[in-house]
């Protein structure tokens, strides 16, 4: 004798909801997602009559100087003597790299000048010097 079921159980999924959780989830996480700027050491940055603006940020590397001499590169303070080191490691994995010098109108020439000097030790010649639009 055989027995036949009544009632047949469906093993498929349904995913008739599935569009709406995708899309609120894409909600969620672009609403949480927090973009970090660099905002470095607080620096009162000349002004200047011409300015060119920087193609991209992509191959930049932001060295922040203060008056208090301090030194930051990509938001880490670091010493002087170490500028070398870090910018020779930063250039060697991206050739094209630009460095973009913020330094505060009150800081030394000897800083800035020292600066140079391990810039030029790490063979990362493509300086650029960040200024404010002068205002008319």
Same mark, same amino acid.
């Given at each position: 004798?055989?027995?036949?079921?009544?009632?047949?159980?469906?093993?498929?999924?349904?995913?008739?909801?599935?569009?709406?959780?995708?899309?609120?989830?894409?909600?969620?996480?672009?609403?949480?997602?927090?973009?970090?700027?660099?905002?470095?050491?607080?620096?009162?940055?000349?002004?200047?009559?011409?300015?060119?603006?920087?193609?991209?940020?992509?191959?930049?590397?932001?060295?922040?100087?203060? %008056?208090?001499? @301090?030194? !930051?590169?990509?938001?880490?303070?670091?010493?002087?003597? #170490?500028?070398? &080191?870090?910018? +020779?490691?930063?250039?060697?994995?991206?050739?094209?790299?630009?460095?973009?010098?913020?330094?505060?109108?009150?800081? %030394?020439?000897? @800083?800035? !000048?020292?600066?140079?000097?391990?810039?030029?030790?790490? #063979?990362?010649? &493509?300086?650029? +010097?960040?200024?404010?639009?002068?205002?008319?």
């Amino acid at each position: 004798m055989n027995f036949s079921r009544k009632t047949k159980i469906s093993s498929e999924i349904p995913t008739s909801s599935m569009p709406d959780i995708i899309f609120m989830l894409l909600i969620f996480f672009m609403v949480t997602t927090v973009l970090r700027e660099y905002s470095g050491l607080p620096v009162n940055i000349p002004k200047a009559e011409k300015i060119e603006k920087l193609k991209g940020k992509r191959h930049t590397a932001h060295i922040w100087i203060s %008056k208090e001499g @301090l030194v !930051s590169i990509n938001d880490r303070l670091f010493a002087i003597q #170490d500028v070398a &080191k870090i910018m +020779y490691e930063k250039r060697v994995s991206d050739p094209q790299l630009i460095v973009s010098l913020k330094a505060d109108e009150e800081a %030394k020439m000897e @800083l800035i !000048s020292s600066i140079h000097e391990e810039l030029r030790e790490a #063979d990362a010649l &493509k300086l650029n +010097y960040s200024t404010k639009t002068l205002v008319r």
